[in-house]
């Protein structure tokens, strides 16, 4: 009887997840203890899981990547997230204008900024790569 050996791709998520369950427990693990979580915190445990999402999609296979369904890939998944974005972006902002019932100002200006941006980002690059092929 043969036996599968797990490669390299099971033993580096492993331990990419082992290093994201750490960074999440210390993050719980703080709140309960009353001790803030920290920017750092945040930002760590979001690059371990990009991190890991990239690893588990793709491996260490640069090729299937960059072949035609691996671009496909990354076009599609890159328009959904954009879109995705712009409606989170949105729902934050309406929260943040509920929460702290702000009724004649534009409310987090930051994230209202954020959110104009982000809805014409993506036809501004459109254009200018449309400029570019012409």
């Known amino acids: 009887m043969t036996q599968k050996r797990l490669g390299s791709k099971f033993y580096i998520s492993l331990g990419l997840g082992i290093v994201l369950l750490y960074m999440v427990g210390s993050a719980i693990m703080n709140v309960i203890s009353g001790k803030p979580v920290t920017t750092s915190d945040l930002i760590s445990i979001a690059t371990l899981l990009m991190f890991f999402m990239r690893f588990i999609t793709w491996g260490m296979d ?6 035609e ?4 890939i990354n076009y599609q998944s890159a328009k959904i997230s954009y879109f995705l974005l712009i ?6 902002w309406i929260m943040d204008r509920l929460v702290f019932v702000r ?3 534009l409310g987090n200006m930051t994230l209202f900024f954020a959110l104009c941006i982000s809805l014409v980002l993506l036809p501004t690059v459109e254009f200018f790569l449309s400029r570019r092929y012409k």
């Open 69 to 72: 369904m691996g671009r496909r």
């Open 87 to 92: 409606v989170i972006l949105f729902i934050l």
């Open 62 to 67: 640069r090729k299937a990547e960059m072949d």
């Open 103 to 105: 009724k004649d100002d």
